[in-house]
């Protein structure tokens, strides 16, 4: 008997989820010192959002400057910086400096189409 496949969709992380992952992923192609952009893409390609990878890279990198330090990511628990990151990203509301427009970019792609 031939069965017909079934199409199962693509998972549908939350933006909460898909920020801690993202940090996570770009702190480890970082430290090994790996082109962060097709990590990121490949971890969003899960989901069904890969083109939101250029921007999570470059936001990412604008938030470890805006830290001065590397931002720090805690395996399977939020760390502070990633619900700093999260905060930030909610409350973000004007353009004045690149780190607040990454933000505000972000989140208006993130949240696109949920």
């Avoid at 890279?57 to 990511?73: H, V």
Wanted: glycine share 8%; charged share 20%.
């Amino acid at each position: 008997m031939i069965h017909a496949a079934i199409e199962v969709p693509l998972a549908r992380r939350s933006g909460e989820m898909l920020i801690g992952e993202a940090l996570r992923c770009w702190s480890r192609a970082r430290a090994l010192k790996t082109d962060v952009i097709p990590k990121i893409y490949g971890l969003l390609a899960i989901s069904g959002r890969p083109m939101l990878a250029p921007a999570l890279a470059s936001m990412l990198a604008l938030f470890e400057d805006w830290l001065g330090r590397p931002p720090a990511s805690a395996g399977p628990r939020q760390s502070a910086d990633e619900a700093l990151l999260l905060t930030l990203l909610e409350e973000a509301a004007g353009t004045a400096t690149p780190f607040e427009s990454a933000l505000c970019s972000t989140r208006a792609m993130l949240w696109e189409g949920l």
